[in-house]
């Protein structure tokens, strides 16, 4: 492509650009008359109504904004207020017989001597079929349940299971001041023939 066709293409696109500035200077003049036009042949009231619709959209638009932004912080606030504040756990572990045999579905519930903790989790375990128990810690806020227990001392009580004539049952205390540290934790073996007096 040489020189002059270069030349000849700017002007044309030139030109053209030009006709698009001058159409839309004419349809923005005319705009503007339609607009003068109504506003002459409205009166004074009409004037101050359609200025004060036009303040209520502004700021209806802004109000929905706001309200937006306070849902919003209401949600985060939320999740925050709802985020796991689960402590540090520790393995705990025991084991369940009655004359030597393991039992199962025999339910261990560890009950903190600190009042905000007991407050705050549920903290327990079952029996499965070789009277093996994994202790668990429930957070009450979340639903979340986690395998471990906190550091403290806990006061250890069994929910024992009825028999198949419906016998037996109930609650029993099995340790007082069961301290847990940091590690792995064992309960000593849990005979339930000693505790068939206080069921």
């Not at 002459?40 to 700021?59: D, F, G, H, N, Q």
């Not at 949600?75 to 709802?82: I, K, N």
């Not at 705990?92 to 989790?121: C, H, K, M, Y």
């Not at 609650?171 to 934790?185: D, Q, S, Y």
């Amino acid at each position: 492509m040489d020189a002059r066709q270069v030349a000849r293409d700017a002007a044309a696109a030139r030109a053209k650009k030009d006709q698009l500035d001058r159409a839309e200077a004419k349809e923005w003049k005319r705009r503007r008359r339609e607009d003068d036009a109504a506003r002459a042949s409205m009166t004074p009231r009409e004037i101050a109504a359609a200025k004060a619709m036009k303040t209520r959209l502004i700021v209806g638009g802004a109000g929905l904004f706001v309200l937006v932004g306070l849902i919003v912080l209401i949600v985060l606030a939320t999740l925050s207020l709802q985020r796991s504040k689960m402590p540090d756990l520790n393995s705990v572990t025991g084991r369940i017989v009655r004359g030597g045999e393991p039992v199962q579905f025999v339910r261990l519930q560890l009950i903190s001597n600190d009042p905000a903790t007991e407050a705050s989790f549920t903290i327990n375990g079952h029996s499965d079929e070789q009277g093996n128990v994994v202790i668990s810690t429930t957070e009450a806020a979340t639903g979340k349940r986690v395998a471990g227990v906190a550091e403290g001392a806990y006061t250890v009580r069994a929910m024992l299971p009825q028999d198949a004539n419906q016998r037996g049952g109930g609650t029993v205390e099995i340790l007082r001041n069961f301290i847990v540290k940091e590690g792995a934790n064992e309960l000593p073996l849990i005979e339930l023939n000693q505790y068939n007096q206080k069921k």
